[in-house]
């Protein structure tokens, strides 16, 4: 048994210095780890002890000299699969080439995670992508590499299929220069089937791609995985959307109103917020990306601040305050059980692997 978002049954192994653990999941799940990961000092322990409530595990299998699992392993960019948790704590001088690497959830194999050196790697990839399909005033262009300079995009990405087959069927169309980080985004892209041809019009296939890169912070990289992590489930999976909708709109106006003024008045956002799709998403997302127990204080607080500072109206923001944000907690909860009893996961979190030093 999984146990409650709240407490969670956990696999628990001592190896040598490090802890290492997994959360049980209502479903039956297979998941790996590389050595690496269970000794950051290089040196294996000789043992892994069993801490905690191993009864839940069916089997366990050591393989010694097993390359990491890819669909192609001769070539460097061809997706490790892996938990987004291992993700982040996948040392660096282990990728495969110095700029990104790239995985694909163990879990939702359509997502792919880039992780980058720095934000520079990043935007080189998806700056250009991220105006084209999400910032208002931009939305369907192409902005140059001059109309690029100077601009920020995002400190981690998410898109959809349709959304990059748009965004690369256009540049082809317009015969629009892409960068090389871009073109090799695209071969990736149609190597795993999120994209496809059709003679020579690139469409959507199946899957999405989220990022995060190095620079962050580590408790940026756990907060920004679950952020962009499920707007990759939400992409991925109708069940999920369906549920997403659904607690929106029995979401007070007033609190969809403050979020979407928050989303207007922060200049470094810029989210349109006609689209109704995206307006969902950011909802859920927004939601989802902390432990359901920090998300009232998380809008009464930081998300107030800064939306009062930018100059959002007092009114919506009065609602917030005067209700303690029990709106986006009520929301956060209906989402948490939802995700709990299907894959485990829960606010804050879309990894299922833990590491300890």
């Not at 400190?155 to 256009?170: I, Q």
Request: charged share 25%; proline share 5%; net charge negative.
């Amino acid at each position: 048994e999984p146990g409650t978002p709240e407490k969670q049954n956990r696999i628990l192994f001592s190896a040598g210095s490090r802890i290492v653990g997994w959360r049980v999941s209502p479903i039956l799940q297979t998941a790996w780890l590389p050595s690496f990961l269970l000794s950051p000092s290089g040196v294996l322990p000789r043992t892994l002890k069993p801490l905690e409530f191993t009864g839940s595990l069916r089997s366990m299998r050591v393989f010694p000299s097993l390359a990491v699992p890819c669909a192609d392993a001769a070539n460097p960019r061809s997706p490790v699969t892996a938990d987004p948790h291992a993700v982040i704590e996948w040392p660096q001088d282990r990728w495969r080439k110095a700029d990104f690497e790239v995985f694909s959830w163990d879990l939702f194999p359509s997502v792919l995670i880039f992780d980058t050196a720095d934000y520079g790697v990043q935007a080189r990839l998806f700056n250009r992508l991220a105006f084209f399909v999400e910032k208002t005033g931009y939305r369907g262009r192409l902005l140059s590499d001059a109309e690029l300079s100077g601009l920020h995009g995002y400190n981690a990405h998410d898109y959809r299929a349709e959304s990059l087959a748009e965004f690369f069927e256009t540049a082809r169309k317009e015969g629009f220069r892409l960068r090389s980080e871009e073109l090799e985004l695209r071969d990736i892209l149609l190597a795993e089937g999120i994209l496809v041809l059709r003679g020579e019009s690139i469409e959507a296939g199946a899957g999405a791609v989220v990022s995060i890169s190095r620079e962050s912070a580590e408790y940026l990289r756990y907060l920004f995985m679950a952020h962009e992590g499920y707007h990759g489930i939400y992409f991925t999976r109708p069940e999920f959307r369906e549920a997403v909708a659904g607690a929106y709109r029995e979401t007070d106006p007033r609190a969809l109103g403050f979020l979407q003024g928050y989303f207007t008045v922060v200049d470094t956002l810029g989210y349109d917020v006609n689209d109704s799709y995206l307006m969902e998403n950011e909802f859920m997302a927004y939601l989802m990306q902390q432990p359901l127990a920090k998300t009232a204080p998380y809008f009464t607080g930081v998300i107030n601040e800064r939306y009062l500072r930018y100059g959002g109206p007092e009114e919506y923001s009065d609602h917030v305050m005067s209700t303690g944000a029990s709106d986006f907690e009520g929301a956060a909860a209906k989402l948490n059980g939802f995700v709990f009893s299907r894959w485990g996961l829960s606010g804050g979190r879309v990894g299922s692997w833990f590491f300890y030093d």
